[in-house]
């Protein structure tokens, strides 16, 4: 009899550690959330104003090594613990412009980077393929879009994210969740600010009655309000006692190395005065720009969800290492400023499917965490299909003028841009066009297993330009491993 007591207290304790608080709303078995319940699991993402355990660089405002490592341990937690192995049924987090962490516009980017691996340990399927991916939705409610940026005419159905400071947007989201009263699990990764005041707005709207955390307890504790069929709400708090380094994440296996160029070479220079050539007024000076596709997403052409696949998260944590390796040797510069897409920008993909685009955006994110380097979004137009003309000539006044709307002047940086790829065609002959050059880049060059090639773009002091595709990151797609790897 006492040894069956002794075990059944040691269980106890065990269950104690799972769930934060033994007593009040915390009772869930083994720290698994029923998949008879409608979960909805918080992850708190720190920020600037709040950042107890050291995960965010002060400088940019972005996640640190530490942090991006607390991000991969995390969705290891969340899919083997609080989901016991199951398949989520959607993720939204944050939209990053919504929430700018610094004087000079730097996004939050932590809600996303804190549910990438997560998703990436789940499956969705699109058009009979079942991928290692599922999509994050991060776009902007009607009307939600943050002044100057651009806001889509079109709802964002599953798409919709969380906004910093629009508490009604963010609990009438969630408030259709609950009254769709289907059982599953529903992930949202946001600062405390934003998943505080949205608990705070779901317990009154219902009625819950439940005992809300007061204060921030750090990004390794996660909520979950657990409802069941009969609609009676539970409140969970998990620590998940994730104790991540303070280094860049080393991967669990080496990545292949490849040489081999994906595309035939080409190289342009425009001077100035030269053959009809005229430096357009406003044009950057002593810039160069490195234009890199997002890490690998498409298994099957077939196949889109907006982010990136299991395999592209090994090249995406891999950069930090490729990418200096192959600017070195070939004596070019580092970057000291890295740009993307507003992932909050959507596609339909059909009736009952639209997308937010985060892929091109967290490509990079590893990149710029590694080196602390400013984060930025472009958020002010639409990116547009690629045969759109608007979006290529708003593209090339944007990274190659200093007088663009957004007043945005990179002259004398080095810039690392990642891209959707078939934009490049069009906005590089943008860029040829506007200095009077009849010069076009080789139709079709870049091809859809392409994931390696550079195309850069370098000014001068006088703004004359030269443009080629003659760098890699040198990653070999072929031999990435199909899953995202283990943390």
């Not at 990436?120 to 009979?128: D, I, R, S």
Request: aromatic content about 10%.
């Amino acid at each position: 009899m006492k040894r069956c007591t002794v075990a059944l207290l040691c269980l106890a304790v065990v269950l104690c550690a799972l769930l934060a608080g033994c007593g009040g709303d915390s009772a869930a078995p083994a720290g698994l959330l029923s998949p008879n319940n409608l979960n909805l699991v918080f992850v708190v993402t720190p920020d600037l104003a709040n950042d107890p355990l050291g995960d965010i660089s002060t400088t940019t405002g972005n996640l640190n090594d530490q942090g991006l490592q607390r991000a991969l341990l995390m969705g290891s937690y969340l899919k083997s613990q609080l989901l016991g192995g199951r398949n989520v049924s959607s993720i939204r987090a944050l939209e990053p412009m919504s929430h700018l962490q610094t004087g000079n516009g730097n996004p939050d980017m932590a809600g996303l980077g804190f549910v990438q691996q997560f998703a990436l340990l789940n499956q969705t399927t699109v058009n009979g393929y079942t991928a290692n991916s599922f999509p994050i939705g991060v776009s902007y409610a009607p009307g939600g879009a943050p002044s100057g940026v651009f806001a889509p005419s079109w709802p964002p159905g599953g798409a919709q994210g969380l906004a910093f400071g629009d508490t009604a947007a963010n609990t009438a989201l969630l408030s259709s969740i609950i009254q769709g009263n289907s059982s599953g699990y529903h992930v949202f990764s946001a600062p405390w600010e934003t998943v505080s005041a949205l608990l705070a707005g779901i317990n009154q709207q219902n009625g819950y009655n439940l005992t809300l955390p007061a204060a921030y307890k750090g990004p390794n504790i996660v909520y979950a309000l657990s409802i069941t069929p009969s609609g009676s709400a539970t409140l969970h708090e998990f620590d998940s006692g994730l104790s991540p380094g303070s280094a860049y994440p080393v991967l669990p296996a080496t990545v292949a190395g490849s040489s081999t160029p994906q595309q035939p070479y080409f190289n342009y220079t425009l001077i100035g005065g030269v053959n009809g050539v005229t430096v357009p007024p406003g044009a950057n000076t002593n810039l160069t720009i490195y234009f890199i596709r997002h890490v690998e997403a498409h298994p099957v052409k077939t196949f889109e969800d907006g982010s990136y696949v299991g395999a592209g998260q090994w090249r995406a944590l891999a950069l930090a290492n490729f990418l200096p390796a192959a600017l070195r040797s070939q004596g070019m510069p580092l970057p000291d400023l890295v740009y993307s897409i507003d992932p909050a920008q959507s596609f339909p993909l059909s009736a009952s499917m639209t997308v937010s685009y985060v892929r091109p955006s967290l490509t990079v994110l590893p990149y710029a965490i590694a080196n602390n380097l400013p984060y930025k979004l472009v958020s002010s137009f639409f990116i547009d299909m690629a045969s759109s003309q608007a979006a290529a000539q708003n593209t090339s006044a944007f990274f190659f003028t200093h007088t663009n709307s957004a007043g945005v002047d990179l002259s004398g940086h080095t810039v690392l841009v990642a891209w959707e790829h078939e934009h490049y065609e069009p906005l590089i002959n943008a860029l040829l066009a506007s200095y009077g050059s009849s010069l076009t880049v080789p139709a079709g060059i870049w091809g859809q297993d392409d994931y390696d090639t550079i195309w850069t773009v370098r000014f001068d002091g006088a703004g004359n330009v030269t443009v080629h595709n003659a760098l890699m990151e040198g990653i070999d797609s072929s031999k990435l491993p199909p899953t995202a790897p283990p943390f």
